[in-house]
């Protein structure tokens, strides 16, 4: 499955499914990105971060794309499992007037069905 | 071992009323922040602070003032409350005040203002 996080907030799989969740950053500027997990009624946790030297970063079962060309960032999680959903998040270093100001996206719901 | 811990979770209160949310992170980490997180999971900055010094003030009203006795502690108090102020409230801590770390959150405080 996939999703462009702005448009479609809510992405649902199967679980055993590859999921992608797509992101739009603002800043051309920004050097530096991270993709938070936030479970129901918890705070946002880290899975994983890529700086734009890169453009790809693999992590257990997750892997983080990023095109800078078209300021684009995904996550891709294979085998998805029910304790994937979460709402999920992408973050910027930079602010709209490039200072450094952490700078969240607006959040895809992943549900994973069993 | 709570990494970063905010208190209290809940806090149900009336328009006008002065109240505070407390941050303790455990982490030895030199930048705390403030995030506020509406109804839409939406996820914006509000304040940073490194080692007691305020870096971060993202056009808050004057009503919240943040408060860091030390670089383990950042407290929010918020003074005559409104209703938009509902929201969910969460503190965060970075090992830095450069724009290459990822930030570790408490698990978030729920203000309803009635």
């Known amino acids: 499955g996939e999703s462009v996080g702005l448009h479609l907030p809510t992405l649902s799989v199967q679980e055993g499914d590859n999921s992608i969740i797509n992101c739009a950053y603002s800043?051309?500027?920004?050097?530096?990105f991270i993709w938070y997990k936030q479970e129901s009624g918890k705070g946002p946790q880290f899975i994983i971060d890529?700086?734009?030297?890169?453009d790809k970063r693999q992590g257990q079962r997750v892997t983080v794309l990023l095109n800078k060309t078209v300021k684009h960032l995904s996550l891709q999680i294979a085998a998805t499992q029910p304790g994937d959903s979460a709402v999920y998040f992408c973050?910027?270093?930079?602010?709209?007037?490039?200072?450094?100001?952490?700078?969240f996206g607006r959040g895809t719901s992943l549900i994973v069905h069993p | 071992d709570t990494a970063v811990s905010q208190t209290p979770k809940y806090l149900v209160t009336q328009m006008g009323n002065d109240k505070s949310i407390k941050c303790e992170q455990n982490?030895?980490?030199?930048?705390m922040y403030w995030y506020k997180q509406d109804s839409k999971k939406f996820l914006k900055i509000m304040f940073s602070?490194?080692?007691?010094?305020?870096?971060i003030n993202e056009t808050v009203p004057n009503r919240f003032s943040p408060k860091s006795p030390d670089k383990a502690h950042l407290n929010l108090h918020i003074n005559s409350l409104e209703l938009g102020d509902s929201a969910v409230y969460f503190c965060?801590?970075?090992?830095?005040?450069?724009?290459?770390?990822?930030?570790?959150f408490g698990p978030g405080t729920r203000l309803t203002v009635t």
């Open positions: 965060a801590s970075s090992p830095g005040t450069g724009p290459l770390y990822e930030q570790y």
């Open positions: 602070y490194n080692n007691k010094e305020l870096i």
């Open positions: 800043n051309s500027a920004s050097d530096y």
């Open positions: 973050a910027e270093n930079r602010g709209p007037g490039g200072s450094y100001i952490p700078t």
């Open positions: 982490l030895g980490h030199d930048t």
């Open positions: 890529i700086r734009s030297n890169m």
